[in-house]
């Protein structure tokens, strides 16, 4: 039997949820290439600034810039990297981010897959931080997020059904 819950708990309960902030919104970019002579998928990880964890780029929305070519912008600016952005949302996941007024927010990203096709040898946050190509199933292991987690596999399985369309079929001997 659960028991009413007292004036003072259900005041403290609507006070928490007036402060409660909605979700922040970000956008990441999950970037990827595929080796030329294996056709083996790799994907981008980096560290995180502040906690060293394994991420992929991502930021806040800018003004004049639609999401996904704000995931392209913060892919060169934390990790050197251009290419090919796709327009459609790969995923979405959130996090907790720590402010540095010591307050934790929830964070909403949108991700969007881009092909690397070059990167630079300068850019704006070299040297704060390390990256990594992987594999899918490595990322998937590294990133701390869950729902990141499965955007790594579904992107695994997406690629896998790309690249065997694109393979030449094979002809039987006679």
Do not use: H
Not at 18 to 34: E, S, T
Not at 95 to 116: D, F, H, I, R, W
Not at 144 to 157: D, N
């Amino acid at each position: 039997m659960t028991r009413p819950l007292t004036l003072l708990a259900r005041l403290a309960s609507d006070v928490q949820l007036m402060f409660r902030r909605p979700p922040r919104q970000q956008y990441a970019a999950l970037c990827y290439r595929v080796k030329k002579k294996t056709s083996e998928l790799e994907v981008l990880l980096l560290t995180s600034r502040d906690t060293g964890r394994w991420v992929i780029p991502k930021g806040w929305p800018m003004d004049g810039r639609t999401a996904y070519e704000v995931a392209a912008r913060e892919a060169f600016e934390e990790a050197g990297v251009r290419g090919t952005v796709e327009n459609e949302i790969l995923g979405t996941y959130s996090y907790p981010k720590a402010l540095k007024n010591g307050l934790s927010v929830t964070c909403k990203v949108q991700v969007y897959a881009l092909e690397v096709v070059n990167i630079a040898k300068n850019f704006k946050e070299k040297g704060e931080r390390k990256t990594e190509w992987v594999s899918c199933a490595e990322a998937a292991k590294r990133v701390y997020e869950p729902e990141l987690r499965e955007i790594f596999l579904l992107f695994k399985r997406r690629m896998a059904e790309r690249l065997a369309a694109r393979m030449p079929k094979q002809i039987p001997a006679e």
